[in-house]
């Protein structure tokens, strides 16, 4: 079995710092993409940012120039570093990886469960 595990999520002041982590754990041969998505309360769920195993980022425009995604592929993880926090930053935050569990196994998409991260005073 594939797992994806976030963390580090939290209440944060506005212009405030946090950093997410995804974990992911079980049965991988190898991770390509991964990335982070959120989804605010009756909103749909949103990409905030990717990376590919190479290490090309791409970004939402909300969030260019104060989120930052990182990834150590030796600890199949992959971060999340937010800055400048914003109110409108509130929602519970998921990643997602596209893995193979074998060689010559089909790729997968992977999602964790979500953290919730509330920016407010």
């Known amino acids: 079995q594939v797992q994806l595990v976030e963390s580090g999520g939290g209440l944060v002041q506005p212009g405030g710092s946090l950093r997410l982590s995804c974990a992911a754990s079980?049965?991988?041969?190898?991770?390509?993409?991964m990335g982070w998505y959120r989804q605010a309360p009756g909103k749909q769920r949103e990409m905030v940012a990717g990376i590919t195993s190479g290490g090309t980022t791409t970004y939402a425009d909300s969030v260019k120039g104060r989120f930052i995604i990182s990834r150590d592929n030796a600890k199949n993880t992959a971060y999340l570093q937010m800055n400048s926090a914003k109110p409108e930053d509130t929602a519970v935050y998921f990643c997602?990886?596209?893995?193979?569990?074998?060689?010559?196994?089909?790729?997968?998409?992977?999602w964790g469960q979500g953290t919730q991260v509330t920016v407010s005073s």
């Open positions: 079980g049965r991988i041969f190898s991770i390509n993409d």
């Open positions: 997602n990886a596209d893995m193979k569990t074998t060689r010559w196994g089909a790729r997968g998409l992977y």
